[in-house]
């Protein structure tokens, strides 16, 4: 949700075209893996030294990721309803494919990284319904998204805007029950789900609390 916060909010304060989605914790290490976009989302961070610079899996979209403003708003963004680590990435990758847009990768000995070395973050621990969102992934993409947020902007409110020498510091309170609550309609108990639908009842009243 974040991802789209950003989004959203740069473009209030200009007609960006090409936006690039960054995790902190990677620096670049080739000059020339430039930051653009090209005509289909591209994957930056294809080789990281955390994993001997070879890529984990071949359906790997995340790290440092690029999109076409159009492209973006085409696959409906980010899905809002992750919150702690895992599963955002993967998401996002079968939204890309669902519409139809194929991802680039640069040439290995371009698309180089290093990864600074970080303990787990203790206010971000494990999404434990990350996996159940996943197989839902397309279920939802028409609904939540760029598209919710617009629809329903008391999803989140900005709190302070700080314009630095190198970036723009914006810092956010996200309202969870409202991207929550339209989750119970989206996700129906089914029988072969039910040890899947009480972690997720527990995480919803969790949530409420």
Same mark, same amino acid.
Request: aromatic content about 12%.
């Given at each position: ?86 599963? !955002?990435?993967?998401? =996002? ?7 139809? @847009?194929?991802? #680039? $990768? +640069?040439?290995? &000995? ?62 956010? !309170?996200?309202?969870? =029950? ?7 309609? @989206?996700?129906? #108990? $089914? +029988?072969?789900? &039910? ?15």
């Amino acid at each position: 949700m974040l991802m789209n916060i950003g989004f959203l909010e740069a473009m209030k304060r200009g007609n960006f075209s090409c936006i690039v989605f960054h995790d902190v914790d990677l620096l670049p290490e080739m000059d020339d893996n430039l930051y653009s976009c090209s005509v289909t989302p591209k994957h930056m961070s294809v080789n990281i030294d955390k994993f001997d610079y070879r890529i984990p899996y071949d359906s790997l979209f995340g790290g440092v990721v690029a999109f076409s403003k159009d492209h973006f708003k085409f696959i409906n963004g980010f899905p809002n309803r992750y919150f702690g680590w895992g599963g !955002e990435d993967d998401d =996002i990758k079968r939204r890309v494919d669902n519409r139809g @847009l194929t991802v #680039i $990768r +640069p040439p290995d &000995s371009v698309a180089r990284y290093s990864m600074l070395k970080h303990g787990a973050e203790a206010g971000n621990k494990a999404n434990p319904i990350r996996h159940f969102e996943l197989k839902r992934a397309l279920e939802v993409q028409k609904v939540d998204g760029l598209s919710s947020m617009v629809f329903n902007p008391n999803m989140y409110k900005v709190l302070d805007t700080k314009l630095m020498d190198l970036y723009t510091k914006i810092t956010v !309170e996200i309202h969870k =029950i409202e991207v929550l609550k339209v989750l119970p309609t @989206l996700f129906p #108990i $089914r +029988p072969r789900h &039910s040890w899947i639908s009480s972690k997720f009842r527990k995480f919803i009243a969790k949530e409420k609390t």
